[in-house]
């Protein structure tokens, strides 16, 4: 974007073109509202990108894909949005789901895990799968429960496979050493709060509130 300066250099030499002249606040005047347009056409351009978009922006965006948002919000119905324009471009191997889930929760592949239950020693099932590893602190940091995120893993996997439980990992972990501390991220917090590992959880999918996928 140019300057006031810029603008005044244009005039023809016979112009004051001291920026404090009356000519200069007026140029002054119009640099402002250009200056107001062009930020707006910038969001504009940003807010085509679902990361950045907000509010009803992200509701057209929603529409275009046949996805309501419902009550969720906006970093959760980015997710919902993710996930379900690569469920529709989905063909629910094992490989795709993977991908469809981290795109979602825009991590890496290798944060994500699937085992088939069809030879699980004990308790084999030929139409289910577990995912034993789902990063916890992206779902916290979207603010999406466990039950949720189940629902869009439910939605990706093919019609009749089952999703029999969810691992979400966390961080933490006792030291390897018997007389050293270790801390961030891995062991216990310190006073504050800022350091220490992440605990994780198990979830079997059960009965809840849906979500609108």
């Given at each position: ?8 250099r244009r ?21 402002e509202?250009?200056?107001?347009i ?9 807010w085509?990108?679902?990361?950045a ?16 948002r ?8 980015r ?20 991908h469809?889930l ?5 991590c ?83 006073i ?11 979830y ?9 996928i």
């Amino acid at each position: 974007m140019f300057s006031v300066k810029d603008m005044l250099r244009r005039f023809a030499d016979t112009y004051n073109k001291d920026p404090n002249s009356n000519l200069g606040k007026l140029i002054g005047i119009l640099h402002e509202q250009l200056t107001a347009i062009n930020g707006t056409l910038e969001t504009v351009r940003e807010w085509r990108s679902i990361d950045a978009a907000q509010g009803t922006t992200l509701d057209r965006i929603g529409s275009n894909v046949v996805q309501p948002r419902g009550a969720a919000t906006d970093e959760v119905y980015r997710v919902l949005l993710k996930s379900k324009i690569a469920r529709n471009l989905s063909k629910t191997d094992v490989n795709t789901i993977i991908h469809v889930l981290a795109l979602a929760l825009d991590c890496n592949y290798s944060d994500i895990r699937i085992q088939e239950k069809f030879d699980d020693p004990e308790d084999p099932e030929p139409a289910a799968i577990n995912l034993i590893r789902v990063p916890t602190q992206r779902l916290n940091e979207v603010g999406m429960s466990p039950v949720q995120f189940a629902q869009i893993v439910q939605k990706t996997v093919a019609a009749g496979v089952r999703v029999a439980q969810i691992e979400l990992t966390g961080t933490f972990s006792l030291s390897s050493q018997y007389d050293a501390l270790e801390t961030s991220p891995l062991g216990l917090a310190d006073i504050d709060m800022t350091t220490g590992g992440t605990l994780g959880e198990v979830y079997m999918p059960g009965d809840d509130y849906p979500l609108p996928i």
